[in-house]
């Protein structure tokens, strides 16, 4: 199985700040990767699919990029409903095996 | 608009076998490259995926639950049911389905509001 491993596991930050989350695959898996937000008491949302390509309606703070085996999430000019869980997930396997990082929660500083 | 919603029991026994059903709208169950998975979130951890259904009837589980696991499609309906057998309390978690649709590389782009279970006696 394909194992996604997400860094910082947490970390603080105050509005309007910019921050990394990074997720690394334990093998190749092209561009087959994908962002969730998941915010307290609410499903995920998709934010960020295939690498780099941001979801219809996701404000464009949200950006995405890597390939292979290592992948960055930033958000720019944080807002309060930013503060949440996130969440990479892999959809190369075949046949499917969709596995998810272990999230990372960004918490207000 | 497409929305999935999750439903079942809010209680299991352990040993029992858990069936949910999520009813879907706004997309067919039977519509090329669409597909519906389920995961599970116990409380206070990660996303854990746990099976996946195609338009095709194609299905796939996870490796460590799969012989547990049992998934299929009402298309008529627009349901898909998931059946977990030998339910423990380490099973307690929110079940939630989600959508694969037609984004490059299938990313989950609709969920549903997730339904919650306890194993308890």
């Known amino acids: 199985d394909i194992q996604m491993t997400q860094s910082p596991s947490s970390l603080s930050a105050s509005v309007g700040d910019r921050v990394t989350i990074t997720c690394r695959a334990s093998q190749s898996i092209s561009t087959f990767l994908h962002w969730y937000r998941q915010k307290p008491g609410e499903a995920p949302e998709l934010l960020i699919y295939a690498a780099s390509h941001l979801q219809s309606g996701v404000p464009s703070r949200f950006s995405g990029s890597g390939s292979g085996t290592d992948f960055t999430l930033i958000i720019s000019n944080l807002q309060p409903e930013d503060f949440a869980t996130y969440y990479c997930q892999q959809s190369y396997s075949s046949p499917p095996a969709y596995t998810f990082g272990q999230g990372t929660k960004l918490e207000i500083k | ?121």
């Not at chain 2, 977990?84 to 307690?92: A, G, V, W």
Request: proline letters at 7%; one cysteine or more; hydrophobic letters at 35%.
């Open chain 2, 1 to 121: 608009q497409v929305t999935l919603r999750e439903s079942g029991p809010v209680v299991v026994r352990p040993t029992e076998t858990l069936t949910l059903t999520c009813t879907v709208s706004g997309f067919s169950l039977s519509s090329p490259r669409v597909g519906v998975s389920w995961i599970r979130q116990p409380p206070g951890q990660a996303l854990e995926w746990l099976a996946h259904i195609f338009s095709n009837d194609e299905k796939s589980f996870s490796a460590s639950l799969k012989t547990r696991l049992s998934i299929y499609k009402d298309t008529s309906k627009s349901q898909v049911v998931l059946t977990m057998s030998n339910m423990d309390p380490l099973d307690t978690a929110t079940y939630y389905c989600a959508r694969t649709g037609v984004q490059l590389a299938r990313p989950f782009d609709s969920w549903g509001p997730g339904t919650l279970v306890a194993v308890s006696s």
